[in-house]
């Protein structure tokens, strides 16, 4: 089947590179002539494990191309995907369709023939019908129809959420709609994926309620962190306890620095927005908002805490800068109020993040950017762990130890065991760990559960 996707973000080049290693012919379309060119150079404009590979892989088996030139790449399309940007609207948090309605309206104009024109971008409730509206108003062909097709891509791991995805969520109006997403994700029926037709309404709301959802048990675990800190107990097997549970599960249960990146802040905000046109109260996810918000801003003092009260005058290296690990994304990343605040204390920081620092430069641009951990680490006097870094997990403490001048680690994403970092002369101090519950620990066996030491 031909394809065109419009937009070469995140979202649109993951899910072009995909779509046409399904064996699908793909036109990728970006108004952006300088990313054009760059990923006709094989240049990828994000840091994503394997896309580069992957997209290079169907570049040569001609199945995926990339064009500026809108009315070139939609032709002889069946169906035409939309993968802008959505951001977040300035002041009340709105989803920001522009990018959306100009793509549509440039659209109508340069199809040749019906088409499905499917919204790839995450967007509010009720779109698929402006779509619908915009498309018949500015002349688009007799029988294009809209559907919804939300995306559920983890950044670090879309390609595998891709293409061995939970659920394919598709909103239809019409037979035909439904069957060309049918055709289009038939490989996936191999690995029994889950195929949801629903109204389009119904998947637009699907993608904020999920990612609102996660939101929440991320603040929820945040806030039992907080909590095992005041009655000594430890969040990681209070984590481990509720996972366990079948109707809770143990994914986004690690307590840390609050949610960032390109969807829970500005999905959360948006879902907020239509609720409130549509006069429904969403009290939990307004509060999960507010909780995240005042957990980014409270990092700072951990680190102030850790230092006896004060930054001033004190060097702090950072480790991880990036939102999560496996990505070079800073949108509303906690690192950004944490770096931010320290500097504005008067301490010096040294950051330090495998992929993502030439994005981070803007956004603190205060901060002394290194290449290596351990330079970000000499004479510091705290090492603050922000990102989860795999990488991080197998750095030298014994050296750390000998190269900075102070002995405190601030660990926002419980990389390390308290008990190495304390062997190695460290005050550690991490996320909802209190001493009476770092130990011992709850370890399965075959026959139950039993205490073990670590």
């Known amino acids: 089947m031909r394809i065109a996707m419009i937009g070469t973000g995140y979202v649109g080049l993951v899910s072009g590179a995909c779509l046409s290693d399904f064996g699908h012919d793909v036109v990728c379309i970006d108004k952006d002539a300088g990313k054009i060119e760059a990923l006709k150079n094989g240049l990828m404009p994000i840091w ?18 990339f064009t500026t030139d809108l009315a070139t790449g939609v032709e002889g399309a069946e169906a035409v995907f939309i993968a802008v940007g959505t951001p977040a609207r300035r002041g009340d948090g709105h989803a920001d369709l522009t990018f959306v309605f100009d793509a549509v309206r440039e659209l109508a104009h340069v199809l040749k023939g019906p088409a499905v024109v499917v919204t790839k971008s995450t967007v509010p409730v009720g779109t698929g019908d402006k779509i619908t509206e915009l498309l018949q108003q500015e002349g688009a062909p007799a029988g294009t129809s809209v559907a919804s097709n939300p995306e559920f891509l983890r950044e670090g ?80 097997d209070v984590a481990r306890g509720i996972g366990l549970d079948n109707r809770i599960g143990p994914k986004f249960l690690h307590p840390g620095p609050g949610y960032g990146g390109s969807c829970f802040p500005k999905d959360t905000l948006a879902l907020l927005q239509t609720a409130n046109e549509a006069g429904v109260e969403q009290r939990i996810v307004k509060t999960v908002v507010d909780v995240n918000d005042d957990r980014k801003n409270s990092m700072a003092d951990r680190v102030s805490k850790a230092l006896d009260g004060s930054v001033s005058g004190k060097r702090v290296a950072v480790l991880g800068l990036a939102f999560k690990q496996n990505t070079d994304d ?87 065991n308290p008990d190495d970092a304390e062997e190695a002369g460290f005050e550690y101090f991490g996320i909802g760990r209190g001493k009476v519950g770092r130990g011992p620990r709850l370890k399965l066996v075959k026959n139950g559960p039993e205490a073990a030491a670590r």
Request: proline share 5%; charged share 30%.
């Open 157 to 236: 791991a879309a390609i595998r959420d891709f293409k061995i995805p939970d659920r394919i969520v598709v909103g239809a109006e019409d037979d035909r709609a439904r069957e060309v997403l049918r055709e289009i994700y038939r490989p996936l029926f191999l690995n029994q994926a889950p195929m949801l037709f629903t109204g389009r309404r119904t998947a637009e709301l699907t993608k904020y309620a999920a990612n609102a959802f996660l939101a929440v048990k991320i603040s929820f675990i945040n806030e039992i962190a907080n909590l095992c800190e005041a009655v000594d107990a430890d969040v990681q």
């Open 48 to 65: 994503e494990p394997g896309l580069e590979a992957l997209v290079k892989a169907n570049v040569d088996r001609g199945r995926l191309s």
């Open 330 to 416: 800073m949108r509303d990343a906690p690192s950004i109020p944490l770096v931010n605040r320290l500097l504005e204390g008067g301490a010096t920081v040294a950051a330090f993040d495998p992929a993502a620092t030439e994005n981070a430069r803007k956004f603190m641009p205060g901060a002394e950017f290194v290449s290596d951990p351990y330079e970000a680490a000499r004479d510091a006097d705290a090492l603050v762990v922000v990102t989860e870094w795999d990488e991080f997990r197998a750095l030298d403490l014994d050296r750390f130890a000998r190269i900075m001048r102070g002995k405190i680690i601030v660990d926002l994403r419980n990389v390390y």
